[in-house]
RNA sequence: CGGGGCGUAGCGCAGUUUGGUUAGCGCACUUGAUUUGGGAUCAAGGGGUCGUGAGUUCGAAUCCCACCGCCCCGACCA
């Protein structure tokens, strides 16, 4: 491709609207360009980039026996009546009338489509087990879009769906598909990791995210510095130190803390560790009255894991200062489960700890050597419902949790029979009974990968692409292109001896300067860029410099076409 | 939805407080000249519903009201 016939729309300066540094440098390059509030269109330059990733994807869907589809992005809502999702999705799905004022959606997810299909067409075990997918442009009508494509309303996506006889067939594909991701971002040139996840609103039971690691990521990822489990921080299992409580050493003895409100400031007051104080946090409870919860005080709460616990009112609330001061006759921060007689929900930490400290629900004071049982009732629920934190154990045991941050760009569920159940998808087995087929779901964040590769792949300059996904492998600037004859006839040769080759090559041929082409071929991460002028060639030799390394070295031009293969050959077989 | 900020040329901004000729600057764009190995210089140009609507006023980018849009911070997810 030649620049000057290409659509190159680079800045120096980036739109005030980007914030992260990928949403810059995609406006920047020129990418993409916003039409409305996350909704972007994709320039040919970053098109590119997409179909790269697309390929990759494919490849590796395909590898597995992933049969490709297409399904309709506009969807009746009859299907999501059915499956029970019409009126559970919530504002995030877009919903529209057609001239007939009947309802439909923008597609945000498929499975509904897909339970359709598949319940109507496959009959017999003997079609089974079978995986579709597809890729695919969605709508989530997002509470706040932001950073760009990162979390944009519109969005490509990849989906599959799979469909089983039984739990272990599902099981055999979710192995693959878990294989497969890790092969695909293993080819995108990503860091990324695998960690056990929460199921969120899709439902199911096992579940893991891939998750590109950069520190803009809005996730957190625990992982072990020594064994290999990494789960999502909403998920991460807090390790059980011990399983009983020491005995009480002390009687109960009432404190004033007049001004002290928090843990940490009741701690500092008593001069004791953090950790021997509880801390209560009150919430409404599904029987209309509210449910006290305790955390250690130098723990938080992990708000995923209290809402599982069937006790707690989804979406998870906190009683107003009334009902506090009703049932607990004191304000927040003096809270404690001491007299309280409703449903209380520890921590299994909190659970066994003695002769600790918590509010005494009377303003101004707090009670020091407090223990279940003695003095208040004991826990209804013991649960693990706390953040895990840095230098915790695993919950295997075999080392300490340390966090980072990530982007999840896939995400692979075991949905078992969820949606058909719900939509009534079944086939004859071997005995000719009627059975429920057990599913599997997998997606994988197409726009959002590039986005998160540059995330975690740019320097001041610009975006570093992995090479298997730059929007071209090769860029050449020839000094005085338009001025030097003896330049231009090397740049068109070598240009034409790369495009012959296979590489995907892209001559600046643009009457700019040698500072803008630069420039501009660095903003636009090309891994490899041959620069050539007069004086050089002169020698016989160009320029070849790698966008990643840094590193600028004189090549003899007579050998340069056979060394650029060679090295953009090695790329590609991974 | 709650809190904060913004809306003036493709992009970045000034002008708004204190209303007053023809609305400015930088980048980008067009033409010409000199240039050309790290985002050139000079000259000449094109491009504006000042977010929209309704008001106040002799006069509104500027003041008032309403609406719309965008960005950032909290509840969602690939």
Redesign the pocket.
């Known amino acids: 491709m030649r620049a000057s016939q290409y659509y190159i729309s680079?800045?120096?300066?980036s739109?005030?609207?980007a914030?992260l540094i990928s949403h810059q440098l995609m406006l920047r390059a020129g990418l993409i360009k916003?039409l409305?509030?996350?909704i972007y269109t994709w320039l040919p330059l970053g098109l590119k980039i997409i179909r790269k990733v697309e390929t990759i994807v494919r490849e590796e869907m395909n590898k597995i026996g992933g049969l490709e589809i297409l399904m309709p992005a506009v969807q009746p809502a009859e299907i999501w009546q059915e499956s029970g999702r019409w009126e559970f999705y919530g504002k995030?799905l877009l919903r529209i009338k057609d001239r007939h004022d009947r309802d439909f959606c923008f597609g945000p997810?498929h499975e509904e489509v897909v339970v359709d299909l598949i319940k109507k067409d496959i009959k017999s075990y003997k079609q089974l087990p079978l995986t579709v997918y597809q890729i695919q442009t969605k709508f989530?009508d997002?509470?706040?879009?932001?950073?760009g494509v990162m979390?944009?309303r519109e969005?490509i996506?990849k989906d599959a769906y799979s469909f089983h006889p039984d739990f272990d067939s599902l099981v055999d594909t979710y192995n693959n598909m878990y294989s497969a991701y890790t092969n695909i971002f293993t080819r995108l040139g990503l860091k990324f990791r695998a960690v056990n996840a929460d199921t969120?609103?899709?439902g199911g039971t096992g579940s893991h995210e891939f998750q590109v690691l950069a520190d803009s990521g809005?996730?957190v990822i625990a992982y072990s510095d020594e064994s290999p489990y990494a789960a999502n921080l909403e998920l991460a299992e807090a390790f059980m130190h011990k399983s009983s409580r020491d005995t009480a050493q002390h009687a109960m003895q009432q404190v004033a803390t007049p001004t002290q409100k928090t843990c940490a400031e009741v701690a500092k007051l008593l001069n004791i560790p953090l950790s021997n104080t509880v801390k209560s946090l009150v919430f409404e409870g599904i029987d209309g009255h509210p449910v006290l919860v305790l955390i250690r005080g130098d723990h938080e709460l992990n708000e995923i894991k209290i809402s599982k616990i069937k006790q707690v009112k989804q979406?998870l609330t906190f009683v107003n200062l009334d009902i506090i001061q009703q049932y607990f006759n004191c304000q927040p921060g003096f809270i404690g489960p001491v007299g309280f007689n409703g449903t209380i929900i520890v921590d299994r930490e909190v659970n066994v700890m003695s002769d600790f400290v918590c509010g005494a629900n009377l303003n101004g004071y707090h009670l020091n050597f407090v223990n279940f049982e003695r003095d208040c009732n004991e826990p209804t629920l013991v649960a693990d419902i706390r953040n895990i934190v840095s230098g915790d154990t695993t919950p295997d045991g075999a080392g300490k949790f340390k966090l980072c941050r990530g982007i999840?760009?896939?995400?692979v569920f075991q949905l078992r029979t969820k949606y058909s159940k719900a939509m009534n998808a079944v086939y004859l087995n071997q005995h000719g009974k009627t059975e429920l087929m057990e599913m599997g779901c997998y997606?994988?964040?197409i726009?959002?990968i590039v986005a998160a590769a540059i995330e975690q792949n740019h320097d001041k300059?610009g975006i570093i692409f992995p090479f298997n996904i730059a929007p071209f492998e090769l860029i050449i600037t020839p000094?005085?292109y338009?001025?030097s004859d003896i330049t231009r006839t090397n740049a068109d040769t070598l240009y034409s001896s790369f495009r012959q080759a296979g590489v995907d090559v892209l001559l600046d041929d643009r009457n700019e300067?040698?500072?803008?082409l630069?420039?501009?071929s660095?903003?636009l991460g090309i891994p490899y860029r041959i620069?050539?002028?007069e004086?050089?060639l002169n020698e016989g030799k160009i320029?070849l410099?790698n966008r990643k390394t840094g590193e600028i070295k004189l090549v003899e031009l007579d050998g340069a076409v056979p060394h650029i293969l060679a090295l953009v050959k090695n790329h590609k077989k991974t």
Do not use: C, Q, W
Not at 10 to 13: I, N
Not at 142 to 147: A, G, I, L, S
């Open positions: 680079t800045t120096k300066e739109p005030s609207e914030e916003r409305t509030s996350g995030e997810t989530r997002e509470v706040r879009p932001r950073f979390r944009a969005f996506m969120g609103s899709i809005e996730d979406p999840e760009v896939g995400h997606g994988i964040g726009s959002r300059n000094a005085n338009h001025k300067r040698m500072g803008s630069l420039a501009d660095e903003l620069t050539l002028g004086k050089t320029e410099y």
